[in-house]
């Protein structure tokens, strides 16, 4: 109507310089019309189908569900049966429970319907034809780290494809470019599963927003050469794709070949090569973290501290935390218990806390050595903010999953009125007393780092 408008007046007129003022109003608004409708176009074609892939695209297309939600006034005063009153976001409900995000706190509650007042339950109700399907994306999550978990305590669910191009387990789909022997398939059943069950065993909400019913799926190439055609760079010994979800890995790291002339090579590369998988499959289960925007660290800190939490394949340990990574930081100088870390340097925590994956990935890209250093502080800090500091990372993950940004819930559940510098001081501290001296530095080098060698051993940091 507007364009008609102005057609009309260039048509009547009679002042010429009129006529060229609306007549270049029109052209430029036709102009943004075309461009507005384009980029919307180009938009749409570009956000990816789910296409039968658990990928980022699915976790988009269950985010955009999720916002639907925002049309419901779900902000209210909430009263439970002995009319205690407490102000919360229904986040999501069924006839039995709500799931309450409680305000200001950004705290993440799930209530049985049955301690509410009658109208907060007919509230719920009233919603929960338009909030089951959300339900499932919010599952319960336990309390308290377990001690151990294990692939074996589910079943597999193991079976061969019909066309014979790979294997299929409860939540995994094996791809390969040649035949995978039924004991290498249940190996590798075994890991792959242990790490859903380790994830979804812990006091994290690390599945949360994803589809739970397509199975994740892992290429296996029966060559270093085939698996480097797939994208893998000359030193990676796995890779994770977000786009399609897919982890990517050769059939060299599962088989355990390696130089049996050096003591216990076996047991600790056999593990090594495991951990470099189930970091990419931490990354797998948890996609919703690259959805969501968070720092680099959160994502990087979680696949970092399953591997160290990894005593073998197959199975997790989650009590003597400490212990364990740093028994993990010597093993990645290959030394394990010949040559021990005495100080580490890592990177200051005013701007790492805040750097975003593509940041991080530029960061730890320039050498091995500060990339070490990059990895080992998103792992110290994710270990800390899980175990020391009263379950603070629940609570951050949960305010995020459920619509507080991360900026907001890094600061409300993180730092809590702290410093990046108080932070460092308590992670010190903490590390103090396991032996380990770190420094907090501008880009740290591992070349500065101080070991401890064994009786006999000298150690300078080998050049890579």
């Known amino acids: 109507m507007t364009v008609y408008l102005l057609i009309f007046s260039l048509l009547t007129d009679p002042d010429i310089e009129v006529k060229k003022t609306i007549f270049r109003g029109c052209f430029v608004l036709i102009l943004l019309v075309l461009l507005t409708g384009g980029g919307l176009f180009y938009f749409l074609k570009r956000i990816p189908s789910s296409g039968g892939s658990d990928g980022v695209s699915s976790i988009l297309e269950t985010l955009r569900a999720i916002d639907l939600k925002k049309a419901f006034n779900l902000e209210r005063e ?17 006839n039995e429970t709500a799931l309450i995000r409680v305000l200001p706190s950004q705290r993440l509650f799930r209530i049985p319907l049955e301690r ?8 719920v109700r009233s919603r929960a034809k338009d909030l089951d399907a959300f339900d499932a994306e919010y599952p319960p999550v336990a309390n308290h780290w377990p001690q151990r978990a294990e692939g074996r305590t589910r079943p597999l669910n193991l079976k061969r494809k019909p066309e014979g191009s790979g294997w299929t387990t409860t939540h995994y ?8 022997s039924p004991e290498l398939a249940e190996a590798l059943a075994i890991t792959c599963e242990a790490v859903d069950v380790a994830m979804s065993s812990s006091p994290l909400p690390l599945l949360w927003g994803r589809d739970h019913k397509k199975k994740r799926p892992v290429f296996i190439y029966s060559s270093l050469e085939k698996f480097k055609a797939s994208g893998a760079q000359e030193n990676w010994g796995a890779f994770y794709v977000p786009l399609t979800n897919a982890v990517h890995v050769p059939l060299s790291a599962l088989t355990g070949v390696h130089d049996s002339s050096i003591p216990s090579q076996f047991s600790l590369r056999k593990r090594d090569d495991y951990r470099i998988l189930v970091h990419e499959l931490t990354h797998q289960a948890s996609v919703g973290y690259l959805v969501l925007g968070m720092p680099a660290w959160v994502g990087e800190g979680t696949a970092e501290l399953y591997s160290a939490f990894q005593t073998s394949p197959g199975q997790f340990t989650f009590f003597n935390q400490r212990s364990l990574i740093r028994r993990y930081l010597n093993e990645q100088i290959g030394f394990e218990n010949q040559v021990q870390f005495m100080s580490l340097p890592l990177p200051k925590l005013d701007k790492f806390l805040s750097l975003s994956l593509h940041q991080f990935n530029r960061q730890t890209a320039k050498s091995p050595q500060g990339g070490f250093c990059e990895y080992a502080a998103a792992l110290l800090v994710t270990e800390y903010f899980c175990f020391a500091d009263n379950g603070a990372m629940r609570s951050y993950l949960e305010a995020v999953f459920t619509g507080l940004s991360p900026s907001d819930a890094a600061e409300l559940h993180l730092m809590r009125g702290r410093s990046p510098q108080q932070i460092e001081a308590l992670i010190t501290e903490l590390w103090q007393g396991m032996g380990l001296t770190l420094e907090f530095v501008e880009n740290p080098d591992l070349n500065t780092a101080n070991f401890k060698g064994g009786v006999g051993i000298n150690f300078t940091f080998p050049t890579r």
């Open 78 to 94: 909430w009263t439970d049966v002995s009319g205690r009153k407490l102000d919360g976001v229904l986040v999501s409900g069924t």
């Open 116 to 123: 509410l007042s009658e109208p907060d339950q007919d509230f």
């Open 173 to 180: 789909d094996f791809k390969t470019d040649s035949e995978l």
